[in-house]
């Protein structure tokens, strides 16, 4: 069994910052990649950053300059930072990685969200 627990959401300030967290638990043998999406009310998921195992990352267009992916694979975990906050970032952000229990076998995987609230 493999768990994905975000923390860090909450209710900021336009121009502030939030850096979330979401640590892999349960039986893991490999992490690949790592992802951050977010849903908006009304709208479909999103990617929002993703990270390989080899430390590679790519950002929606919309966040570029502002936010930052990052994993520490000794942890099994991975964080985004998330500056210069806007009102159009409120959403529920999802955490999502592809983890192998044993023998290469890769199973995606979602968190329950985190909700991250940008006050104008």
């Known amino acids: 069994q493999v768990q994905l627990v975000e923390s860090g959401g909450g209710l900021v300030q336009a121009g502030g910052s939030l850096r979330l967290s979401c640590a892999a638990s349960?039986?893991?043998?490999?992490?690949?990649?790592m992802g951050w999406y977010r849903q908006a009310p009304g709208k479909q998921r999103e990617l929002v950053a993703g990270?390989?195992?080899?430390?590679?990352?790519n950002y929606a267009d919309s966040v570029k300059g502002r936010f930052t992916i990052s994993r520490d694979n000794a942890k099994n975990t991975v964080y985004l930072q998330m500056n210069s906050l806007k009102p159009e970032d409120t959403a529920v952000y999802y955490c999502?990685?592809?983890?192998?229990?044993?023998?290469?076998?890769?199973?995606?995987?979602w968190g329950q969200g985190t909700q991250v609230t940008v006050s104008s």
């Open positions: 349960g039986s893991i043998f490999r992490i690949n990649a």
């Open positions: 999502n990685a592809d983890i192998s229990s044993g023998s290469y076998v890769f199973v995606n995987y």
């Open positions: 990270i390989t195992s080899g430390g590679s990352t």
